[in-house]
């Protein structure tokens, strides 16, 4: 009986151990809260470029990637992708930003 509780026990301890593993971040992925945080950097960079009135938002995309914000897509002029890297880098929780953005 003893024998039977000790290796359900270590079993358990394995599942969990396993579990816990499977969400911790890599060098080259996250865990699940790195990855909530950035879906919320997203959407702020997102909403603050909507907001912009001689942006065309739409058309820029956003990528996060542990506080990293990559913009890309296309707009009319450089100073159009200028003003949308100064935006982005306004927003909290954006440690950088690298601009793809392409001018059309």
Known sequence: MKLL??????AVTAMLAVVITGCAPT????????YID???VTTKV?????KDDHLKAREINVETFKGRVQLSGFVSSAAEASRAVTITR???GVRSVEN???IK
């Open 100 to 102: 793809d953005i392409s």
């Open 46 to 50: 997102k909403a603050e470029l909507l």
């Open 90 to 92: 306004g927003v909290k």
């Open 27 to 34: 060098a080259k992925s996250e865990g699940t809260g790195g």
């Open 38 to 40: 950035d879906t919320v």
């Open 5 to 10: 509780k000790a290796i359900t026990a270590l």
